[in-house]
């Protein structure tokens, strides 16, 4: 061997031993969604005790990229890319409610969209309910139940309202909500038999997500209710369920307990028991977009039905805060 081979010899097998080895592909697995699922049960935490917050939904969409872009940084089982679209999904649907209880529907519309195309990719039943749920609910909110009834009919007729009598209870709850905006009085009574009837039959020990569970018993039954007979003009009917909803609320549930105490005081207010009704709305201490616009909607009906002392008082208390 001459020198010049002897040289290019060396030179090749110093690039071999000095060449980095190829780097391994990342496999996405189980650990990392249940890193993003712990994290999406503190923004649903988080969302109940504040609701309609726009930091919840700017964090909610945040998390559903950090989702998405995760199947797209190495190799990943079915099951696992499933899971990540479930959770992307998940995340969306999370932001278009609190774009709706925050009173921005254009942007809720604009989640749904988003949220119903992952939801497809993941092929989870539970998370197409509850994308479609919310897609009813958002149109309860706009005052199109028309609308609203379609949604609210696709997340009921999903395969897991027949294998989940919880999810059956829901639909038909939030049914009931949506009918009282048509005055079907008897449509009411029928969907809030059903919703009970379901919740007795589901197993209290079937595994679910984390989002169901976490708000939706008994009380959220009784404040389905009192929206559905509010809505329909049965003030009485209304009372009694947010009377029996307040009794029932978990502590975490503080929006929620704001917003039934404000559709008690409406109720009230509706049957002519204007200072029950303002000691009622004086007791919520809850700043939160839906339960403000609430709360403005039953002083322009206060001031219809009762001027004077009581109305002046409400006002002045009003301006105070």
């Known amino acids: 061997m001459n ?5 290019t010899t060396g030179v090749a097998l110093g690039a071999a031993v000095t060449a980095p080895a190829p780097a391994t592909p990342y496999r996405v697995g189980m650990g990392d969604v249940r890193a993003l699922q712990g994290r999406f049960a ?5 969302d109940h005790k504040r609701g309609g917050d726009k930091r919840t939904e700017t964090a909610a969409l945040a998390l559903a990229d950090e989702a998405v872009a995760l199947r797209q940084r190495g190799s990943c089982s079915q099951r696992v890319r499933h899971a990540l679209y479930a959770t992307a999904a998940a995340c969306v649907s999370s932001a278009m409610w609190a774009a709706t209880d925050g009173r921005r529907f254009d942007a809720a519309l604009r989640h749904h969209e988003r949220a119903a195309s992952l939801a497809q990719e993941s092929g989870d039943q539970t998370i197409l309910f509850r994308v479609w749920s919310h897609k ?14 379609d949604a609210n009919d696709v997340a009921r007729r999903l395969s ?26 008897a449509g009411v009574d029928r ?14 020990g079937e595994r679910r997500p984390l989002w169901l569970p976490a708000f939706y018993d008994e009380a959220e039954v009784h404040s389905l209710a009192a ?3 509010l809505a329909a003009g049965r003030g009485a009917e209304a009372e009694a369920h947010a009377h029996a909803s307040l009794t029932l609320f978990r502590p975490h549930l ?8 404000a559709r008690l005081a409406r109720a009230q207010l509706g049957q002519g028991e204007a200072e029950r009704a303002v000691v009622t709305a004086a007791s919520i201490d809850v700043e939160h977009p839906r339960v403000r616009s609430m709360l403005d909607s039953f002083t322009r009906d206060l001031r219809r039905i009762a001027p004077g002392p009581v109305c002046d008082s409400w006002e002045q208390q009003c301006r105070a805060a």
């Open 227 to 229: 929206t559905a007979y």
């Open 254 to 261: 503080v929006r929620s307990r704001a917003i039934t105490t």
């Open 42 to 46: 503190k923004l649903i935490a988080a």
């Open 3 to 7: 020198r010049r081979q002897a040289l």
């Open 160 to 185: 897991i309202t027949r294998r989940d009598p919880l999810f059956a209870s829901l639909g038909h709850a939030r049914h009931a909500a949506i009918l009282g905006l048509t005055r079907d009085k």
């Open 191 to 204: 969907a809030l038999d059903c919703a009970r009837d379901a919740m007795l039959r589901a197993d209290p």
């Open 136 to 149: 009813g609910s958002l149109y309860r909110h706009l005052g199109r139940p028309a609308d609203a009834l």
